[in-house]
């Protein structure tokens, strides 16, 4: 029985990319989008427990609440952050929002905070 499935799941899966050839992949421009230091300041945001705890855990429940986050790795430590925004005001407004959701979820002892990424040079 499990081999059938397998089976089924190799052919359906071999059908997802028909009549897409790597020509028309290749063809295709890419578009890259890099902050430069003329557009001015951006924004993020840190989510963080002020208790330690997963940051799978927080991360995750981001994700569940439709919040968009990346966790990245400064210093041997894991930091969760959202952005970039490209104004203060915006990124205040996203906190708040992140905020709210906390407080309905009854998640406590959780810090969002507003941070000025540093200038690219």
């Not at 071999?14 to 790597?22: N, T």
């Not at 997963?54 to 609440?65: F, K, R, T």
């Not at 919040?67 to 005001?89: C, D, T």
Request: with cysteine.
């Amino acid at each position: 029985m499990r081999k059938m499935v397998l089976v089924i799941a190799v052919l359906a899966l071999a059908g997802c990319g028909e009549g897409k050839g790597v020509d028309a992949q290749a063809s295709k421009p890419a578009v890259v989008s890099a902050p430069t230091a003329a557009s001015g300041p951006q924004w993020d945001l840190e989510v963080r427990g002020v208790t330690p705890q997963a940051v799978s855990d927080l991360s995750g429940w981001l994700i569940e609440h439709s919040f968009v986050s990346n966790v990245v790795m400064e210093n041997g430590k894991a930091r969760i952050l959202m952005g970039p925004y490209s104004s203060k005001a915006e990124t205040e407004a996203k906190q708040a929002e992140v905020a709210a959701a906390l407080k309905r979820a009854k998640k406590q002892n959780i810090e969002v905070l507003v941070l000025e990424r540093p200038a690219v040079q």
